[in-house]
């Protein structure tokens, strides 16, 4: 390798990490794939090129709301350690103009996607990026008003996205739609759950959320009441016949295997559900995307 090759590829190496780091994909790209999955299923989808446009474009326009809030958030992680070496732009690994100017490319890219699947889906899309930008942007900064916080990280993280892929196909039963609220209630536990580990390090930043209004005594209570909510969605979903009982099979299956050692540890006290609950995130959300891919198998499979 020629060594002015040797030396840009060295220069370029740290920013590429911080821009890597910055857009904190493991945090959320199971969880996109879950949403968009769903939607396309219940809108009446395949496994085609515009599931994996929609799919991209989801994932985009999520991690440009991580992008975002770090870029905005910067000043404030610099006050806490932990959040200090998380966020690239606090750590000095790249720019603040650097974190900018890669949410502007990703936006772009995302818009264009959104663009090549109709126009429902472009609208959606849009929106979504513009309550991710409105959700971080020290203006408005809807993650610092009560309810307006939980509205807008359970629709620009979850229920756009499903909705996004949903509308894609357009071809579900009637109202079949309406599924979108339970991720939307899924996304505001996940808020409030942000909110309750974040706390502290949020009112020394300023931050007036939900969770800080109300107590923890009360964001817990809410957190039970969002994931009862989904589940009650979900129900109903499986009564009105929309989403066959047998796909539970999976779960029943795979959530053994998964939470086998962490529900052991609580039974033995050895840990918590309230300290350890972000541990029973991930597997539930590999449940998910199983389930789903799953269902969608099976209805390729011709019954005889």
């Known amino acids: 390798m020629p060594t002015t090759l040797k030396a840009v590829v060295r220069w370029a190496r740290q920013p590429v990490k911080g821009l890597l780091q910055l857009t904190r994909y493991r945090e959320y790209v199971l969880f996109v794939c879950v949403t968009t999955l769903m939607g396309a299923k219940l809108g009446g989808g395949d496994f085609d090129l515009r599931l994996l446009i929609v799919l991209v474009a989801n994932i985009l326009v999520v991690g440009f709301a991580f992008m975002y809030n770090d870029v905005e958030d910067a000043p404030d992680d610099a ?7 998380r ?10 103009r650097m974190g900018k100017v890669a949410c502007a490319v990703v936006s772009a890219i995302l818009l264009g996607l959104y663009s090549l699947l109709g126009l429902l889906p472009f609208l959606l899309g849009a929106f979504c990026l513009a309550l991710a930008f409105l959700y971080s942007w020290r203006v408005a900064r809807l993650k610092s008003v009560p309810v307006a916080d939980l509205i807008s990280h359970g629709l620009s993280l979850a229920g756009l996205q499903f909705l996004c892929a949903y509308f894609v196909y357009d071809q579900g039963k009637p109202y079949s739609w309406l599924l979108f609220l339970s991720v939307v209630f899924i996304s505001a536990y996940g808020e409030l759950n942000n909110e309750a580990r974040d706390i502290v390090v949020d009112k020394k930043a300023g931050i007036r959320h939900t969770a800080d209004l109300i107590g923890m005594k009360w964001t817990k209570v809410l957190m039970v009441v969002a994931i009862a909510g989904a589940f009650a969605v979900i129900i109903y979903f499986i009564v009105a016949q929309i989403i066959p009982v047998w796909i539970f099979i999976v779960p029943a299956v795979l959530g053994p295997m998964l939470f086998a050692e962490k529900l ?15 541990a029973f995130h991930d597997p539930a959300l590999l449940i998910g995307a199983v389930t789903i891919l799953a269902w969608f198998i099976a209805d390729k499979i011709p019954l005889g």
Request: aromatic share 6%; charged share 40%; hydrophobic share 30%.
């Open 79 to 85: 006050m806490d350690e932990k959040k200090a070496r």
């Open 87 to 96: 966020n690239p732009i606090s750590a000095g690994i790249i720019s603040p």
């Open 264 to 278: 052991w540890k609580l039974v033995r006290r050895e840990s918590s559900f309230g300290e350890d609950r972000e």
